[in-house]
């Protein structure tokens, strides 16, 4: 990969801990979309890990060139769109298109083929953000392409994540690698997403409960399964807002309401992970916020006002040395170095 911040990956692998579950120890994370609400169309994500991870953001813009970083038939592309990320794991392009990557235990990508055009896992959410102005063009790509994604290990343990997008009509899409092959969940019905189990097992699995056709109540432990019926029982139950303030905090209380609490790791239960930061993605205002655990304060982030031209800096926004940041930050970052992306593994 050529010059990209997105970077910080040395990270990218231990952020993908976050939500990739790396480690034995840690693992999971909640996404909910919130599209029709009549203000905004809103996406809020939490990052959950074992202990603190420290994360900045990024402004990445148009005319990067990158590529898959998987041998001689990689994916090469210069960058259409410009971007703003954390860390990578999570991010919203110049057009309102969103992703997040979040950890699937039972993701399965298939042996690596050298004839084959490939693309790091750890590239996947970047690609699409550099490519692709909408989920149905992302989804499309996703179908049609026969290109494969190639993990990467990180303290002794494969990197298995799946991905959620959505865009500024509302639209999205769910898409797992089961056994090798995509399997891709597309429309505005997904609006929610955690860990394991796969995607059509989860919604299986809501449909036993009051408010989704069955008897149930609602569950309250952190088990992933258990995060996506209170995600999308109070997403369904959020009250219509009045204005554009209690859009952006309707989607928040629900992320919140499925964080979790600082606590002891279970290494024999990686799904429990303290929630350490969480984003809400604006599509339609374009507008980036960001809220740390151990941070009273909201900061964000205004796409339109970003310079994303060819041949522009790439910027951060320090939040690991400037805590304290709050409020509107756009006019904050300052030029940055790209960080070397390590490379998957082809063997």
């Not at 970083?69 to 794991?89: H, I, R």
Request: aromatic share 10%; net charge positive.
């Amino acid at each position: 990969m050529n010059a990209t911040p997105l970077c910080r990956y040395i990270m990218i692998f231990v952020i993908f801990v976050l939500c990739l579950g790396l480690s034995p120890r840690a693992e999971s994370c909640s996404r909910v979309l919130w599209s029709d609400n009549g203000k905004a169309v809103v996406a809020g994500r939490n990052m959950d890990w074992f202990m603190p991870m420290p994360v900045n953001l990024y402004v990445l813009p148009r005319g990067i060139k990158r590529d898959g970083m998987t041998g001689k038939q990689t994916l090469k592309w210069t960058a259409k769109y410009g971007t703003v990320l954390a860390e990578s794991s999570d991010g919203m392009n110049e057009k309102g298109l969103s992703g997040h990557m979040l950890w699937l235990a039972e993701s399965g990508y298939g042996r690596f083929n050298p004839n084959r055009p490939g693309l790091s896992v750890g590239l996947w959410l970047q690609y699409y953000l550099d490519n692709f102005a909408t989920v149905k063009e992302a989804v499309e790509f996703t179908e049609k392409t026969p290109f494969q994604l190639v993990t990467g290990s990180f303290d002794g343990r494969r990197v298995t994540v799946h991905l959620a997008l959505e865009d500024a009509s509302g639209d999205s899409a769910v898409i797992e690698y089961i056994g090798g092959k995509p399997r891709v969940h597309h429309g505005k019905e997904y609006t929610v997403m955690t860990n394991s189990p796969p995607y059509d097992r989860q919604l299986k699995n809501l449909r036993q409960f009051k408010g989704f056709g069955g008897n149930k109540a609602l569950p309250g432990t952190t088990d992933a399964a258990d995060r996506f019926v209170r995600a999308a029982y109070y997403l369904k139950n959020l009250p219509e807002p009045k204005n554009y303030r209690e859009c952006v905090a309707g989607v928040l209380s629900v992320i919140r309401n499925v964080s979790q609490p600082f606590g002891i790791p279970n290494p024999a239960r990686p799904n429990i992970s303290a929630t350490r930061w969480r984003t809400v993605s604006d599509l339609t205002n374009r507008v980036f916020y960001f809220e740390s655990a151990t941070s009273p304060n909201l900061v964000w982030v205004k796409l339109k006002e970003m310079d994303f031209s060819k041949g522009a800096a790439i910027r951060k926004l320090d939040l690991v040395g400037s805590p304290d940041r709050i409020g509107d930050c756009s006019k904050q970052f300052e030029p940055s170095q790209a960080f070397v992306v390590p490379p998957p593994d082809l063997k």
